[in-house]
């Protein structure tokens, strides 16, 4: 048989149609509406409160079949559950347990859980979030007790088919890493993860100069025989025309990826898979370069949509074999706004918990006087960290045939407490979001249209073309 119709477990691809245990061809009724949007990064319930434009951005849920978003919060009562991880993941993500009801009114069906602050306040809050969750009917998938349980498909029944969602973390901190049983230690709860060895490139003469640096340091031992690479001090070093990051996965997690979203997509009639990774870096518009072959592999394998969320900020969409690949969503909230936060992310700002609030951890007063968008710090000021899309893809025949954008704006300019809640972008803000979506998805192929403030992509059934 074809080689090129198999993929690396020996099974068909969806180009083959079958394998040796059933389809993985899709099976939705037609009409079948995926709603996806990025991270969910918030702290309080917004239903109920006074968000002018908020009932507009729910409205375009109201005919989903699945709505998807990334939670990145964990939801508990911290005054009876958790302590702050002992790994600091950047921040001490955690919400009100009134969450939970709060995602549902929203109209969230589907989140995934595997990213850098599923750990943040231990396993007790890591339980906490999925109980809260399944209290509410929210499907949810990427965290678990062992690996199996983090890396499996969880499932969504709906009117037009049964939906599988399987989700990883390429960004995650050591420990959150789940593990299963190895002879008598037993699993270690966690996230589902995707290791990746990073590579700085750097041109030949720098690579040189590096091995003369490693060559007069104790220890040093160069790597192996390859001449085009240096490992020095934990970093590791190759050649390359142009200085950069270059990202290789860990095979035997793709292996175990890869066969969670076959078995998911034996399972279901649509299978969504979801990646939360911030690499090459959250300055990067860019995706890291294993990321299209991999999402590639993920679709043959079985996806039916993949999602990336993770580096706050917009990146492009692909379209692969009727499929969507959307390399970045951002966000969907940006709530700034946390309490508590631990002491380490006190630390990391260099304030004092028995002289400054929670707010000012993560506020600049003393440069900025009053609270502002401006007197935010950090890497994830910009306005680009509060503008985004929510993505409503609709498909015929098993195959996407309409993808509709939404503009989105978080309310970068509102006061602290009541920054982070999305909006329809303004009518001159759209057409800036969705041109800069026509640019970043430009090297995939992609045209969006846009219409009266919404970014479209059109396609035919493949029967039709």
Same mark, same amino acid.
Request: include cysteine.
């Given at each position: 048989m074809d080689g090129d119709l198999y993929d690396d477990g020996g099974h068909p691809t969806q180009d083959g149609g079958f394998d040796t245990v059933g389809s993985i061809a899709t099976n939705v009724e037609d009409g079948f509406t995926m709603v996806a949007v990025g991270d969910l990064l918030f702290a309080r319930p917004v239903t109920k409160g006074y968000h002018p434009g908020f009932a507009d951005v729910l409205g375009i849920f109201h005919e989903a079949d699945v709505t998807f978003g990334n939670l990145e919060t964990n939801i508990l009562d911290v005054r009876s559950k958790g302590c702050p991880q002992a790994e600091?993941?950047?921040?001490?993500?955690?919400?009100?347990?009134?969450?939970?009801?709060?995602? $549902?009114? *929203?109209?969230?069906?589907?989140?995934?859980?595997?990213? @850098? &602050?599923?750990?943040?306040?231990?396993?007790?809050? *890591?339980? +906490?979030?999925?109980?809260?969750?399944d209290e509410n009917g929210i499907i949810h998938a990427g965290a678990? +007790?062992?690996?199996?349980?983090?890396? #499996?498909? /969880?499932?969504? +029944?709906?009117? /037009?088919? /049964?939906?599988?969602?399987?989700?990883?973390?390429?960004?995650?901190?050591?420990? #959150?890493?789940?593990?299963?049983?190895?002879?008598? #230690?037993?699993?270690?709860?966690?996230?589902?993860?995707?290791?990746?060895? $990073?590579?700085?490139?750097?041109?030949?003469? *720098?690579?040189?100069?590096? $091995?003369?640096?490693?060559?007069?340091?104790?220890?040093?031992?160069?790597?192996?025989?390859?001449? @085009?690479?240096?490992?020095?001090?934990?970093?590791?070093? $190759?050649?390359?025309? &142009? #200085?950069?990051?270059?990202?290789?996965?860990?095979?035997?997690?793709?292996?175990?990826?890869?066969r969670n979203v076959r078995r998911g997509k034996q399972f279901s009639d649509f299978c969504i898979v979801t990646n939360h990774g911030h690499e090459p870096g959250e300055w990067s518009q860019e995706p890291p370069d294993y990321e299209q072959s991999f999402a590639r592999r993920l679709i043959d394998a079985g996806a039916d949509a993949y999602v990336v969320h993770g580096p706050h900020l917009l990146r492009g969409i692909e379209i692969y074999k009727g499929r969507p690949i959307f390399y970045s969503l951002g966000n969907f909230f940006c709530q700034d706004l946390r309490t508590p936060v631990g002491a380490d992310m006190f630390d990391e700002y260099s304030k004092d918990p028995r002289v400054h609030t929670d707010a000012e951890v993560t506020v600049d007063e003393v440069a900025k006087g009053y609270p502002t968008a401006e007197g935010l710090v950090g890497p994830q000021s910009d306005a680009i960290y509060y503008e985004s899309v929510v993505s409503v893809s609709?498909?015929?025949? @098993?195959?996407?045939? +309409?993808?509709?954008?939404?503009?989105?704006?978080?309310?970068?300019?509102?006061?602290?407490?009541? /920054?982070?809640?999305?909006r329809l972008a303004p009518a001159t803000q759209a057409v800036t979001i969705l041109e800069r979506l026509q640019k970043l998805s430009k090297p995939f192929g992609t045209q969006i249209a846009i219409e009266n403030g919404v970014g479209l992509i059109r396609l035919r059934p493949s029967s039709e073309r």
């Open positions: 600091y993941g950047g921040a001490y993500c955690i919400s009100a347990p009134e969450l939970g009801p709060d995602l $549902k009114a *929203m109209g969230f069906n589907m989140v995934s859980r595997a990213n @850098n &602050h599923t750990l943040d306040w231990g396993r007790e809050g *890591m339980q +906490e979030t999925s109980r809260a969750l678990g +007790e062992n690996l199996a349980q983090a890396g #499996a498909a /969880r499932f969504l +029944e709906t009117s /037009r088919g /049964r939906v599988a969602l399987v989700s990883f973390a390429a960004t995650f901190c050591p420990m #959150a890493r789940a593990c299963d049983p190895a002879g008598e #230690a037993p699993g270690r709860p966690g996230l589902n993860a995707l290791r990746l060895i $990073k590579n700085i490139v750097v041109p030949r003469e *720098m690579l040189e100069q590096l $091995k003369r640096i490693g060559e007069v340091l104790p220890g040093f031992k160069p790597a192996g025989q390859d001449p @085009n690479r240096v490992v020095l001090e934990e970093a590791t070093y $190759k050649t390359g025309d &142009h #200085a950069g990051y270059s990202f290789e996965a860990d095979p035997r997690d793709v292996a175990g990826i890869l609709r498909f015929e025949q @098993n195959q996407l045939v +309409e993808l509709r954008l939404y503009p989105i704006e978080l309310g970068r300019s509102k006061r602290f407490a009541n /920054r982070g809640v999305p």
